[in-house]
């Protein structure tokens, strides 16, 4: 979202007799909210398109009943919330939800956080006027996490909504109730809209779009938050707690770099044990979506530590004669600090596998662009834009913020994407009409990029030598077409009446065979796609698109030519009017980037911080000593969209910290969270301590969380790029590094409630072709992993995940995301 | 005065003395705790409740409860007390209760045979106990002595105990000891210049004549005077302001525990048992030793009076101290003094 | 009852009567009048035959108000709230608790805790539930509060033990199942009022 509200697009208008300022084109019901004004509404998600399944929002707007989820504001525009007929209206309407409502309030899990509970006292419905037979409606487990309880749903749709217009995954659906049948007196006496809303209530229900009454999606539980009674919750979940007796504590997700905004939800475990546990995760669905992992990787804790002085005594000299510290991206900027600290007083080099690739990638572009960071977010990205085109990532594993923004936009912008990648989606191209997908080849990520300048470059800013680059690949070719040709035909005829020759003309129409000459462009060929049909479609997706975005993935920072690729990212921001994104592998990788000065490798003694080493020190409860996990830190990271967030303890640790290691080797401050001031401002940072960072949301749904890094741009000279190279094309059986969506690191796997394991990954067809268990052996080594079939893989290339620290997998892959190998059954 | 009774008894040897205080001691003892359970009981009664009922029957053994509690509590000396007075003061007041006690008579006297079922008692065999335990001829002004002395208990305490609450209490015991001694004194004049002997033998004598010849009959006055004198002297109600606990937490006795305040108490209800012996013997014609059952009457009216305590202290509410004082100095003391001066007149005519 | 009569925290029968206390004297002369009034009439003797009529009555007249408490109780009222029973369903003979915690919330010293389950027939099972009874004050919220009148106070008011936790367990409250015909309904806060039906207002319902 762009920070800056342009003034000129704002009208005025009226609400209840109160002026207020409203952005041009958006919904009353928004401009309402924007506004503190409240305007009652069930089905209505900010950042998802009307469903107008409550009607419950009907206002008057210049004397004409709307839906104020559904019309948009004008200039001037005088809009009542409070007409009799709409009180009468919305009395009805939520009468009707009361229908045969079970009364089961008492055992519910929503536990007072319902809105039919809450709207129902709201609009004061103390007596129900109507009645209907109920149907039996089946308590339903739809996937390992998601419980639904048909009989208290109200079908607000509200989840298959989110589940399209966000997630992207389209997984459950409305199908028909097989209820009883509206008796036709309802609706001459009852409101129009409430009846309606009825009719529609009365014979649907929610399941599963699949059909088989299993998911099969990405287990993100969005649909559980969005659900606004108890009809949707996890199954872990499921009668373990009331809402009221949890305490939310606000924290950051820890695993992917979206950083979403998440609370966790915390209580005594039970009667006998009263250590806190987190009940679960909450957020503010308005506003943020969660993935899988953020939602349910949350129970990692280190739990059960005490000080252990032989422990720490140990650890001390093990950093006393330690050459390298093994790290990931699962760490505090504050931690991190820590780290770069020793490193510049004791010369410990750090070794990051995981962040060194990003953070040369960062480096490259910042040299060829002039930009300290990337130029736009996903959050803008939903907002704004209108044509997305993503590059080098496997979008549904390695970023779900990208992967929602890139759904969200063809949903709710009328937008349009180009996604590239070797490895083919299935759900991706369902994301919208407008989606073309390019399953290239591995390794012709460059000729991606010369493909994006050709299509959206403006030529004069162009390099003459990248121009005629381009050029190159465009061939002339005939091409027949058949053309519909119109004759005019004499013929000499002999008239039978009168035996007389006479010519009679007449019109003819044939097919005739046409050779045209028409420009194709061999790139779209080389990236796999049809040439012949590209332009057409092409044309189409441009019409009335302004904004352009691009989503770079962490194929690009493990690539041979990761320099050149920034530097054609550079070139296009120059050229283009497109802004760039870029995908920070893991959880705090970008704030590693900016803080740490990484090497290249690990020598000598090696203590491995949360990784394998030496001496480990590790979360995970089974290192050499014992460190908080996420859950358990105070401290801050940094999201996709540059924002310096802070995150919470939610639970209780009682152990040593990296801040009382650096407390005994160089002089350190009390907390871990004193150090946030102190972040390097060179790189964007604030002085700003921790405390005073803020963390909510406005009701417009701007972020207010923490603050947004400071990205500074200086004027270059456009980068000279280099051709690519068609024989860089890696050939044979070739595995990916890629994690199965909601798995991220050794935290994720340890969560309770994220099954998805630690193997490899194919298309079903592949995943056929292999058998159960394979061994895949690389050119430094080998792994044994079983078979699983992940449906929404297309093509032959196999996914090996990397979240197993222990297993060393960027050892195996080295400086790149594909490596050529051969899999051998067990 | 001559009194034959007393010269046709065998002589009074030391051991006899000795062996008498020793049953004195004893028995006195006893009845203080004994005093406890009746009040209780009484009280108890006169309030429509049952009293001690638990510990033995009728709740008898409560006295044996209640002095094994007492033996058995921590003794505590406060720290900023005059330790030597804080520990004599409880002594003083129990001892001089039990001096007074050895110049009037208790029980009969009698001679221990010199042998039980054909058994020789050795050394007491054939001792004579006198009832008397000491027969001087100044009895009363010697019993009236002994208690005014033991204003030096509860005074000593008070002040020894370094407690606010114990000066005040001491203060009140000062002033309330001497002030009635004072009444005490002078009520009792009048049946002395009658009787003309300060002996208790000379005034029980004196009333030998059956119950026309009770002092009571010609000073009703004084009596009423020296019983309202004695429940002053006795620290009873209505006049228990020394240790009154709405009032100053317990006076005198606010920091002592144990045995120390065990002592406060067996004093005070030896005092009550003096004074009830006193009253007995000056006004209602004291024992009868003309026949067997004559020691019965004055035990008889000794549990009258002591009863009485008890009976006030369940019906009536206590006085404030300047009422105490008013009624001493402007009520008692004029009416005692009237009371000498028509006595006196009276005697002369 | 209306709002008046129920702010009326008045209680009892409220017949009382004035005694007369006469006048208070002033000059010298009337207390000297009042001290020989009262040394005259023998007022101190009433006193004194007063307590010895009452020693009488008791001793002999059988009114002793003593009540020797471990051998003799006196009856409690219906409303009186001591150690809390936990009610059964009276046809099924399952307990009432349904898990909902509302009792856990009122609670006003935070000594109600339960954990609950999702059980084999997909309902709210009641796993463990304890009442800290070294905090509770006996307010009766957690009675009042509790919709399906399954936790009440009982009349177990003798609550001398070793150890507080033997009766907060919820075996123990609840109503042992060979008495459930015992079982006796609670009068106190949260009950179901007399005019109950009344104050309903009907739902109507299509079968």
């Known amino acids: 979202m762009s920070e800056v509200e342009t003034l000129d697009n704002m009208i005025s208008i009226t609400i209840n007799g109160t002026e207020f300022r409203a952005k041009e084109g958006e919904f009353i019901l928004n401009a309402a909210r924007a506004n503190d004004v409240f305007i009652p509404a069930i089905c209505y998600l900010t950042r998802c398109s009307p469903t107008l399944a409550c009607r419950i929002c009907l206002v008057e707007a210049d004397g004409k009943q709307v839906y104020a989820c559904n019309a948009k504001v004008k200039e001037g525009m005088s809009v009542t919330t409070d007409t009799p007929n709409i009180l009468e209206e919305r009395r009805a309407i939520m009468e009707v939800y009361d229908v045969n409502h079970p009364l089961q309030c008492g055992v519910c899990d929503q536990s007072g956080e319902c809105e039919l509970q809450n709207y129902t006292l709201e609009l004061g419905i103390d007596s129900q006027s109507y009645m209907i037979p109920d149907t039996k409606r089946e308590t339903a487990n739809w996937s390992s996490i998601l419980h639904y309880d048909a009989g208290l749903c109200i079908v607000c749709e509200r989840c298959t909504t989110v589940c399209k217009d966000m997630i992207g995954d389209s997984a459950i659906t409305t199908v028909k109730r097989g209820g ?80 979403s905004q998440i609370y966790y939800e915390v209580k005594p475990t039970s009667i006998a044990d009263r250590t806190p546990k987190i009940y679960r995760v909450t957020n503010e669905w308005s506003y943020s979506t969660l993935d899988g992992s953020a939602r349910f990787g949350y129970d990692f804790e280190n739990a059960g530590v005490s000080k252990d002085k032989e422990a720490f005594a140990k650890a001390i000299e093990a950093f006393g004669k330690a050459e390298t510290i093994r790290f990931n991206s699962m760490i505090t900027n504050e931690e991190a600090m820590m780290l770069q600290t020793l490193k510049e007083e004791k010369g410990i080099k750090l070794y990051n596998p995981e962040v060194r690739a990003f953070q040369k990638f960062l480096s490259y572009y910042n040299d060829a662009s002039g930009n300290s960071l990337y130029t736009t977010d996903t959050d803008a990205i939903m907002k704004n834009s209108d044509f997305v085109i993503s590059v080098g990532m496997a979008m549904r594993n390695d970023s779900p913020a990208m992967k929602y923004a890139f759904n969200n936009v063809q949903k709710m912008n009328k937008g349009a994407g180009l996604y590239f990648h070797p490895v083919g989606d299935t759900l991706i191209p369902t994301f919208g009409k407008s989606i073309e997908s390019f399953v290239h080849k591995a390794g012709l990520e460059e000729a991606s990029l010369y493909l994006i300048l050709d299509l959206f470059a403006d030529a004069e800013k162009l390099p003459s030598a990248v121009k005629d680059y381009i050029a190159s690949f465009k061939r002339e070719e005939k091409e027949t077409i058949k053309e519909k040709v119109i004759k005019t035909v004499t013929e000499t005829v002999v008239n039978a009446d009168s035996g007389e020759e006479e010519e009679v003309s007449k019109k003819v129409t044939t097919m005739e065979d046409k050779e ?69 592998p893991k959880s705090n990788a970008l704030g590693v980037a900016l803080i740490c000065d990484l090497d290249d490798e690990a020598t000598g003694y090696t203590i491995g911080y949360n990784e394998i080493g030496d001496f480990r020190l590790s979360a995970l409860g089974d290192g050499d000593l014992d460190i908080p996990a996420f859950n358990q830190q105070e401290g801050t990271m940094i999201s996709i969209s540059k924002r310096v967030l802070p995150t919470n303890a939610g639970l209780p640790y009682g152990g040593y910290e990296l801040n009382d290691i650096m407390s005994e080797l160089v002089s350190s401050l009390d907390n871990t969270i004193d150090w946030t001031p102190l972040l390097p401002t060179a790189k964007g940072f604030k002085e ?13 749904g701007v972020d207010n969380r923490g603050y947004r890094l400071s990205v500074t741009s200086v004027d270059v000279e456009l980068p000279v790029v280099d051709k690519f190279d068609e024989s860089d094309v890696l050939e044979g059986e070739i595995a990916y590094r890629c994690n199965p969506a909601r798995q991220f690191n050794d935290f994720t796997d340890k969560a309770n409630q994220i099954f998805e394991t630690f193997s490899l990954y194919a298309s079903p067809d592949k995943a056929e072709s292999l058998g159960d268990k394979v061994e895949v052996v690389f050119a430094n080594g080998t792994i044994e992993l079983d078979v699983v079939a992940d449906e929404k893989i297309k093509g032959d290339i196999v996914e090996v995940p990397d979240f197993k620290s222990a297993k060393d997998v960027y050892s195996l892959f080295g400086e790149s995301r594909y490596q050529t190998v051969t899999i051998r059954k067990v | 005065m001559e009194t034959t009774l007393v010269e046709n008894l065998p002589e009074v040897t030391a051991l006899g003395v000795i062996i008498k205080a020793i049953i ?27 009293g001690p009922m638990h510990v033995g029957p009728f709740g008898l053994l409560q006295i044996a409860a209640d002095g094994i509690k007492l033996f058995t509590k921590e003794d505590i000396v406060p720290q900023n007390a005059n330790k030597l007075i804080f520990k004599i003061a409880p002594a003083i007041t129990a001892a001089t ?135 002053a002297e006795t620290n009873r109600t209505p006049f228990d302001l020394l240790e009154h606990e709405a009032e100053v937490v317990s006076g005198y006795a606010t920091e002592y525990s144990g045995m120390r ?89 | 009852m209306s709002l008046e009569q129920f702010k009326n925290r008045t209680v009892g029968t409220q017949v009382y009567k004035t005694l007369d206390l006469g006048e208070t004297p002033k000059s010298g002369m009337d207390r000297f009048k009042q001290v020989v009034k009262r040394t005259f009439s023998l007022e101190l003797f009433v006193g004194l035959w007063v307590t010895i009529r009452e020693m009488g009555n008791a001793l002999f007249g059988g009114n002793m108000h003593t009540v020797k408490y471990p051998f003799e109780k006196l009856p409690i009222s219906p409303r009186y709230r001591a150690i809390h029973d936990m009610l059964r369903l009276l046809e099924s003979g399952h307990y009432r608790c349904i898990g909902c915690g509302l009792c856990e919330k009122i609670c006003i010293s935070n000594c109600i805790s339960m954990d609950t389950r999702y059980d084999e027939n997909q309902r709210k099972e009641v796993s463990e539930y304890t009442i800290n009874f070294g905090r509770c004050i006996f307010c009766g919220y957690c009675a009042e509060v ?53 104050n309903i207002k009907k739902t109507p319902l299509a079968y």
């Not at chain 1, 700003?688 to 417009?700: A, K, M, R």
């Open chain 1, 180 to 259: 009883a049948v509206l008796s036709k007196d309802y609706k001459d006496t009852m409101p129009k809209d409430a009846y309606s809303m009825w009719n529609k209530l009365q014979k649907s229900v929610i399941a599963p779009s699949s059909g088989t009454g299993e998911t099969n999606c990405s287990d993100c539980g969005e649909c559980i938050a969005v659900c606004p009674v108890g009809a949707l919750v996890s199954r872990d979940f499921v009668y373990s707690t009331n809402a009221w007796d949890l305490t939310r504590i606000p924290a950051v997700s820890a695993h992917s770099s979206d950083g």
């Open chain 1, 516 to 584: 045209i000459t028409v420009t194709r462009n061999g790139l779209i060929d080389i990236l796999g796609n049809d040439s012949s049909k590209f332009d057409a479609i092409f044309e189409k997706m441009m019409k009335k698109k302004a904004n352009f975005s691009l989503m770079i993935g962490e194929d690009f920072y493990y690539h041979k030519k990761a320099s050149n690729l920034a530097k054609l990212i550079a070139l296009i921001e120059a050229t283009t009017s497109i802004k760039v994104v870029m995908t920070p």
């Open chain 2, 261 to 349: 305040w065990g002592m406060f108490f067996i004093g005070e209800y030896a005092n009550m048992i003096t004074v009830a012996i006193i009253a007995s013997i000056v006004f209602l014609g004291g024992y009868d030793s003309s026949y067997e059952l004559g020691w019965l009457m004055i035990i008889l009216k000794i549990s009258f009076f002591f009863f009485l305590m008890l009976w006030v202290r369940a019906a009536w509410p206590h006085v404030r101290p300047d009422q105490l004082m008013w009624l001493c100095w402007k009520v008692l003391m004029p009416i005692a003094v009237i009371n000498i001066v028509v006595t006196g007149i009276v005697i002369m005519v």
């Open chain 2, 97 to 231: 209760a039990f001096i007074a006690l050895s110049s009037v008579p208790v029980f009969p006297d009698f001679t221990i045979p010199e042998m039980v079922f054909g058994v020789t008692i050795p050394l007491v065999g054939g001792v004579f106990v006198p009832s008397i335990a000491s027969d001087i001829n100044i009895g009363i002004l010697f019993v009236l002595g002994m208690m005014a002395a033991g204003l030096y208990g509860p005074l000593l305490a008070g002040m020894s105990q370094a407690n606010k609450w114990g000066i005040i209490g001491s203060a009140r015991t000062a002033v309330q000891f001497l002030s009635y001694e004072v009444v005490t004194g002078l009520s009792i004049l009048a049946p002395i210049m009658i009787v003309g002997s300060l002996s208790f033998v000379d005034f029980n004598n004196a009333q030998a004549g059956g119950i026309g010849s009770w002092l009571i009959w010609q000073q009703p006055v004084a009596f009423v005077l020296f019983l309202i004198a004695g429940f």
């Open chain 1, 688 to 700: 700003v301590s921790f405390d005073s960072l803020p963390n909510s949301y406005t009701n417009e």
């Open chain 2, 24 to 50: 004195i001691l004893a028995v006195i003892s006893a009845l203080a705790g004994f005093g406890t359970y009746i009040e209780r009981k009484v009280l108890a009664f006169m309030q429509r409740r049952l």
């Open chain 3, 146 to 198: 509790c919709p399906e009148l399954a936790i009440v106070h009982g009349g177990r008011y003798e609550n001398a033990s070793e150890q507080r936790a033997g009766f907060s367990i919820f075996e123990d409250m609840l109503t042992p199942i060979d008495k459930l015909n015992l079982q006796q309904e609670y009068d106190g806060f949260g009950a179901v009022t007399p005019n109950a039906d009344e």
